[in-house]
């Protein structure tokens, strides 16, 4: 990955569509909720294939890490494999990262795959779900898990705050909203310093407690994914602008927000500009260790 020819670097990119196996309908009603919430997807005609997602980014020149959700336990739908994942970013290393997905609910086999990902197909970190996947982040059942997250120093991205995923469903689709409460990763940072904990989205409607945790512990990050600049909240961008400056991280929430708009709304939204190379490249290069940060280039190539 050539970090100095990349306008931005996207933390928070969702495989969609397998090309290895036949689609799961089993729960596509919340697909259709998803869509109909975000509206973005019904513009695009459909969800993208992954290599469709990667010509996508490799036209902006930004790079992105990618992975799929598993919550087979709590939804029952059979999840995209993590290695298709990997073994399409070990062809695209010029402009992907894969990270993996692991139902917490696995107990040890679950940190048994983690480790092979780890090892034999270059994962470089982890995303969790806590509302998918119906638990909540500081629960002991994923302990296992994160002990080999953090035996090899990798980052997990764990969503939080509220879901467009069950939005305008029956009772939410039996999603809890409970689980994502920011507040229990403040566990897991403190239980294993190792981790770079990615706080996912803005934490609405505990945006403080995340804002609280993340400067509180060194080991905690936000990424600002699923929402438009131009809804962030003033608090959000003011310790974006300050103290967090160095722990705020661009990420879209691909294909339900894209990048193109993101980064339009971003330019007007009241962030500094010299915290503009910050949050879309040089954060995530040191976060990742990915190398040296170089320069960041014109955010308007990527929006055009």
């Not at 990615?198 to 990424?223: C, M, T």
């Not at 300050?242 to 339009?264: E, G, H, N, Q």
Request: hydrophobic share 40%; charged share 25%.
């Amino acid at each position: 990955m050539n970090i100095e020819k990349l306008v931005a670097i996207d933390t928070h990119v969702h495989a969609e569509v397998s090309c290895c196996q036949p689609p799961d309908l089993f729960g596509r009603e919340f697909d259709e909720a998803a869509d109909k919430y975000f509206g973005t997807v019904l513009k695009l005609g459909r969800r993208p294939t992954i290599p469709e997602t990667i010509d996508y980014y490799r036209e902006r020149q930004i790079g992105f890490v990618m992975f799929t959700v598993d919550c087979e336990a709590n939804l029952g739908r059979r999840r995209i494999s993590n290695e298709e994942v990997a073994e399409f970013a070990q062809k695209n290393e010029d402009i992907m990262i894969p990270f993996a997905s692991i139902d917490p609910h696995k107990g040890k086999m679950g940190a048994r795959e983690a480790r092979t990902l780890i090892t034999d197909y270059g994962v470089r970190g982890f995303k969790f779900h806590p509302t998918l996947q119906g638990f909540f982040a500081n629960d002991r059942l994923a302990y296992p898990l994160y002990e080999v997250i953090a035996e090899y120093g990798l980052p997990a991205v764990f969503h939080s705050g509220h879901s467009g995923i069950g939005s305008g469903m029956p009772g939410g689709g039996g999603l809890r909203l409970k689980y994502s409460e920011p507040i229990y990763l403040d566990d897991v940072a403190a239980d294993f310093p190792d981790i770079k904990v990615i706080i996912a989205h803005p934490s609405w409607p505990w945006q403080e407690q995340a804002l609280s945790i993340a400067l509180h512990k060194d080991n905690v990050f936000i990424d600002l994914s699923g929402w438009s600049p131009k809804y962030f909240s003033p608090e959000l961008v003011r310790y974006a602008n300050t103290v967090l400056k160095r722990k705020v991280l661009f990420a879209s929430d691909f294909p339900l927000i894209t990048p193109d708009r993101w980064i339009v709304d971003f330019q007007t939204a009241g962030f500094r500009p010299d915290v503009h190379p910050l949050i879309m490249k040089n954060n995530a290069v040191n976060l990742l260790g990915l190398g040296n940060t170089g320069s960041c280039p014109a955010l308007t190539r990527a929006s055009g």
